[in-house]
């Protein structure tokens, strides 16, 4: 048996690093693609899902920061600076630290969760609020980047978008051929763009014939793309997807056009659902940005236009224990509270409804 190497190692002779790139490695990737029998059987498909909370950080964010690190350290870079709704934050914190150099990140004052802030705390990033929202934070760092020494490492660096190419690589590989449709959710629309790229590549290199179709997802109340202009005060509960004005935009719309593909919106209560299937049906524990694709799904199927049999790959993003509140509170909206018991088994028998074997 072999320890996985890194997506820079395990891939690199398709990404751009050469003897002089060092590469920083948490372990990144490999993440595991688990079948969803309960909704395969809620839609006829056969749907997959792929689970990037298992990276080292907790989210997806990690495959393009390796690489956008690993670039920054060949280029000599002693800072970097990233804007972020959370992970990316946390990602460029961890594997900057790693690196021996300093992350700087501009998160939205109040608007991130817990877990995430407290992950660039814990591995030493300077972390400013800033009093704004996301898109105010993206226009500082790009501000900074273009004006002090210090890197950006936003996924408007394309070194971000070819390291996140490589969870394509993945699906094909595990699935020996590419799935009919690609779910994700759409933030910066940065993934949306990157799966787009992997998969292209993998027909141009003849891994496989099929170019799947791209659905990427944006909360109702934070929804650019869907309404074709920017949204000057986005809100959703999905932290994580709180963005009004999408850096990969233009990307993502070529990569719709070429795949086929389809932008929708989901509400929050929408979102919460999924949440709820993809945590108590598939035992699955994501943040609530990452739930938007099976909410996505579900609505496309009940919108008959999902294929019977088609195959389904639906990338759920981030971890659960990033943002563990929600899973506390009921579809009503109240709070979950645990019974509590006495230290005696009978008891505890009789509030479990076991009867005596
Ligand atoms: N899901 C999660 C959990 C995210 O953190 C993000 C983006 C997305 C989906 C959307 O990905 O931007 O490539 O379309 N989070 C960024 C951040 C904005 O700062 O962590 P995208």
Request: aromatic share 6%; glycine share 10%.
């Amino acid at each position: 048996s072999r320890q996985w190497r890194g997506v820079l190692r395990e891939y690199a002779d398709r990404l751009n690093v050469t003897d002089a790139t060092p590469i920083i490695t948490l372990g990144e990737g490999g993440t595991p693609l688990i079948p969803a029998p309960a909704l395969s059987a809620r839609t006829g498909a056969k749907v997959w899902i792929k689970f990037e909370g298992m990276n080292p950080t907790g989210s997806f964010k990690d495959r393009g920061m390796t690489m956008a690190i690993s670039k920054a350290m060949e280029d000599g870079a002693k800072a970097v600076i990233c804007a972020s709704t959370g992970n990316t934050s946390a990602s460029a914190a961890a594997y900057a630290t790693h690196a021996g150099i300093t992350a700087a990140v501009l998160v939205p004052e109040g608007k991130i969760a817990m877990g995430k802030l407290s992950q660039a705390v814990a591995h030493n990033a300077q972390l400013l609020q800033v009093q704004g929202n996301f898109d105010d934070c993206l226009d500082i760092a790009r501000d900074l980047a273009a004006n002090y020494p210090v890197h950006l490492v936003n996924s408007v660096n394309p070194d971000r978008i070819e390291g996140q190419k490589t969870a394509a690589f993945e699906v094909v590989e595990v699935l020996g051929d590419a799935p009919d449709f690609h779910f994700v959710p759409v933030g910066n629309a940065g993934n949306y763009t990157a799966y787009h790229r992997g998969y292209s590549e993998e027909v141009a290199r003849g891994a496989t014939t099929k170019l799947p179709r791209m659905f990427g997802f944006q909360a109702s109340g934070s929804a650019p793309i869907v309404l074709g202009h920017r949204v000057e005060n986005p809100d959703t509960i999905a932290s994580a997807i709180r963005i009004g004005n999408p850096a990969s935009w233009d990307l993502a719309i070529k990569a719709r056009a070429d795949s086929d593909g389809y932008f929708g919106a989901i509400t929050d209560a929408k979102i919460l659902e999924a949440h709820r299937i993809l945590s108590a049906e598939v035992g699955i524990f994501v943040e609530p940005a990452s739930a938007i694709g099976v909410a996505g799904l579900l609505e496309r199927s009940e919108a008959g236009l999902i294929p019977a049999g088609a195959t389904i790959v639906i990338t759920v993003t981030g971890h659960g224990l990033k943002d563990p509140q929600w899973a506390l509170r009921t579809a009503d909206g109240s709070d979950v509270t645990p019974t509590i018991v006495p230290v005696d088994t009978a008891e505890v028998a009789s509030v479990l409804g076991l009867g005596k074997a």
